[in-house]
């Protein structure tokens, strides 16, 4: 910008150098009948004088001014393009600079997909860890549910404290053992006498049945899986305590029910010593 500035006042100077003044001419036309004046002509020419001095200094002047102007032009030329090279080698630092970031940003970008790539490798790691922490779950409280299921055991009497005779009836009498000893898995209600399978497997049952010999009744009880009898327990004296025994073991379906009928016309005995017990316990599931 500044050497553009310097044009214009150079032309400007040189057109100021060649723009002269005409000199008058003294073959001026002197109107008739009217006399020149010698006093009034010199004037004209020492006017003329003067201007021609002033001429020649300028002209003297002129190329010494532009030569001035030339100078003045080169040394802010060299001093602009030593100015320039400074610039373009600061903008040839700040394009290194530049690209070296560009790389440092382009190996961000790329740790950062990376990253990312791991975080979904590791999000789907941790949903497989999940699904099998959660079949592992199932597979432990499936496991604890058999287990519990496969422990399966009870023994209960008829009569908690005191002394009690049962029967005759005329008919088979369901007989409900009260007091339970040991009801693990709460298979036995002693409410209702009754056994129910939860599980399907192979059970054993025993159970013992006491009285009082009495020449008119025995004392008896049968063990009925689903109102079917299966095994009874029978003895008859007419005096002193008289007991007796039996047991079976029983493939049972989940539901089935277990259960001592006593028998027709007869008696049954017990009291805080337990002579009379029902029994049962799971062998094994199938």
Same mark, same amino acid.
């Given at each position: 910008?500044?050497?553009?500035?310097?044009?214009?006042?150079?032309?400007?100077?040189?057109?100021?150098?060649?723009?002269?003044?005409?000199?008058?001419?003294?073959?001026?036309?002197?109107?008739?009948? $009217?006399?020149? !004046?010698?006093?009034?002509?010199?004037?004209?020419?020492?006017?003329?004088?003067?201007?021609?001095?002033?001429?020649?200094?300028?002209?003297? =002047?002129?190329?010494? !001014?532009?030569?001035?102007?030339?100078?003045?032009?080169?040394?802010?030329?060299? /001093?602009? @393009?030593?100015?320039?090279?400074?610039?373009?080698?600061?903008? !040839?630092?700040?394009? @290194?600079?530049? /690209?070296?970031?560009?790389?440092?940003?382009?190996?961000?970008?790329?740790? =950062?997909?990376?990253? /990312?790539?791991?975080? $979904?490798?590791? +999000?789907? /790691? =941790?949903?497989?860890?999940?699904?099998?922490?959660?079949?592992?779950?199932?597979?432990?409280?499936?496991? @604890?549910?058999?287990?519990?299921?496969? @422990?399966?055991?009870?023994?209960?009497?008829?009569?908690?404290?005191?002394?009690?005779?049962?029967?005759?009836?005329?008919?088979?009498?369901?007989?409900?053992?009260?007091?339970?000893?040991?009801?693990?898995?709460?298979?036995?209600?002693?409410?209702?006498?009754?056994?129910?399978?939860?599980?399907?497997?192979?059970?054993?049952?025993?159970?013992?049945?006491? *009285? =009082?010999?009495?020449?008119?009744?025995?004392?008896?009880?049968?063990?009925?899986?689903?109102?079917?009898?299966?095994?009874?327990?029978?003895?008859?004296?007419?005096?002193?305590?008289?007991?007796? +025994?039996? *047991?079976?073991?029983?493939?049972?379906?989940?539901?089935?029910?277990?259960?001592?009928?006593?028998?027709?016309?007869?008696?049954?005995? !017990?009291? *805080?010593?337990?002579?009379?017990?029902?029994?049962?316990?799971?062998?094994?599931?199938?």
């Amino acid at each position: 910008m500044e050497v553009t500035m310097f044009f214009p006042l150079l032309l400007l100077i040189c057109s100021h150098s060649t723009a002269l003044p005409q000199p008058e001419s003294d073959n001026e036309i002197t109107p008739l009948g $009217k006399p020149i !004046d010698n006093q009034a002509r010199q004037p004209a020419n020492g006017s003329q004088q003067q201007q021609q001095q002033q001429q020649q200094q300028q002209q003297k =002047l002129c190329p010494q !001014d532009i030569h001035a102007v030339l100078r003045e032009m080169s040394s802010l030329l060299a /001093e602009q @393009r030593v100015e320039l090279r400074h610039l373009q080698q600061e903008n !040839d630092a700040k394009l @290194r600079e530049l /690209e070296k970031l560009e790389q440092q940003v382009k190996a961000k970008l790329t740790e =950062l997909e990376k990253l /990312e790539q791991q975080v $979904k490798e590791q +999000a789907g /790691e =941790l949903t497989t860890i999940k699904q099998r922490s959660n079949v592992t779950e199932n597979q432990v409280e499936a496991l @604890r549910r058999e287990t519990e299921v496969k @422990r399966v055991a009870f023994s209960a009497a008829l009569l908690t404290s005191g002394e009690i005779f049962i029967g005759p009836f005329n008919s088979f009498t369901n007989l409900v053992f009260r007091h339970v000893i040991t009801n693990i898995g709460n298979a036995y209600n002693p409410n209702t006498g009754f056994f129910i399978a939860p599980v399907k497997g192979a059970y054993h049952f025993e159970f013992y049945i006491c *009285g =009082l010999g009495n020449p008119s009744h025995a004392s008896g009880a049968v063990l009925v899986r689903n109102g079917q009898n299966i095994c009874i327990a029978y003895e008859h004296q007419s005096s002193n305590y008289e007991k007796s +025994a039996n *047991g079976a073991t029983l493939l049972l379906e989940v539901g089935d029910v277990v259960f001592l009928n006593q028998w027709s016309n007869s008696r049954i005995y !017990d009291n *805080g010593n337990h002579h009379s017990t029902f029994s049962g316990h799971l062998l094994f599931t199938m």
